[in-house]
C-alpha cells in the first residue's frame, strides 16, 4: 500500500535556526497538509496545499512557517528562527481528488526537537 | 471554529468486551468524520470514517456511529483483542480533503 514518507524521523535545532521537513506524498495524491502535536496535547491543523498554492491555514502558520512543493515529489515546511515552543511532532498527510472517498493518508511524522 | 472533545482520555478493558470512544463537535457544518489509531512510535492510520448522510457504519469488529442533532459520534470496537492496544483520535472536517479538527485522543488498554 503506498505510504506518505517523512524525512528525518528526528530533528534537533539549536533556538533560532531554521530547519525544513519534507514529506513525499502518496503519487497520485493532490491535497497536502501538515499537522503538528505538542507532547500530550491534540493533533493541530497547520496548512493545507492544493495546485501549488496553499488553499487553508491556521492562526498558527504565520510568517514563520512557509510550505513549498519545489519538485513533483517533495513537500516541504520550512520554520525559520525556531523556538522552544515549536518542538512537536509534525506530520505531513495528503489525500486524493476533490471529491474522492480517499481519506487523509499520514506520514510517520518527524519530532522536532529544539534546544 | 470547530471544536472536537474526546472522552475518555484513557481507557482500559479486559481483552473480549467491548470499548466505546465518544466525541463531539461543535460545529454542524461538519460533515466528515475519521477515526485513527495510533500505535506507539507509529503514524496515525485511518480505521473507519463516515460521512453525515449516514447514521452508523461497520467494518468487522469495528462501528461508529453518528448524531448529527446532537453532534456526537462514537467509535465501538467488540471482542477487543490486546493488539487494539493504541491511542485513538476522532476527527471532523467538511470533507475528506478539508482539514481535520481532532479530538485529544484516547488510549485504549486490552489487558489479556
Known amino acids: 500500500e503506498p505510504e506518505v514518507t517523512q524525512t528525518p524521523s528526528h530533528q534537533v535545532t539549536q533556538m533560532g535556526q531554521e530547519v525544513i521537513l519534507r514529506c513525499v506524498p502518496i503519487?497520485?495524491?493532490?491535497?497536502f497538509y501538515w499537522y503538528r502535536q505538542i507532547l500530550g496535547q491534540k493533533v493541530e491543523f497547520l496548512v493545507s496545499f492544493y495546485n501549488n498554492e496553499i488553499s487553508e491555514k491556521s492562526e498558527i502558520f504565520d510568517d514563520q512557517f512557509s510550505v513549498e512543493r519545489p519538485d513533483g515529489s517533495n513537500f516541504t515546511l520550512k520554520i525559520r528562527s525556531t523556538k522552544l515552543e515549536d518542538s512537536a511532532m509534525y506530520f505531513c498527510?495528503?489525500?486524493?481528488?476533490?471529491?474522492?472517498?480517499?481519506?487523509?493518508?499520514f506520514g510517520d511524522g518527524t519530532r522536532l526537537s529544539i534546544l | 471554529g470547530e471544536n472536537v472533545e474526546q472522552h475518555p482520555s484513557t481507557l482500559s478493558v479486559q481483552e473480549g468486551d467491548s470499548a466505546v470512544i465518544k466525541c463531539t463537535y461543535s460545529?454542524?457544518?461538519?460533515?466528515?468524520f475519521p477515526w485513527y489509531k495510533q500505535e506507539l512510535g507509529k503514524r496515525p492510520q485511518l480505521i473507519i470514517d463516515?460521512?453525515?448522510?449516514?447514521g452508523e457504519k461497520k467494518d468487522q469488529r469495528i462501528a461508529v456511529t453518528l448524531n448529527k442533532t446532537a453532534k456526537h459520534f462514537s467509535l465501538h470496537i467488540t471482542e477487543t483483542q490486546p493488539e487494539d492496544s493504541a491511542v485513538y483520535f476522532c476527527a471532523a472536517s467538511l470533507s475528506n480533503f478539508n482539514k481535520f479538527y481532532f479530538g485529544s485522543g484516547t488510549k485504549l488498554n486490552v489487558k489479556p
Open positions: 498527510a495528503s489525500s486524493g481528488y476533490r471529491g474522492s472517498n480517499q481519506p487523509q493518508h
Open positions: 463516515i460521512r453525515s448522510n449516514v
Open positions: 503519487s497520485n495524491h493532490l491535497y
Open positions: 460545529d454542524s457544518a461538519s460533515n466528515y
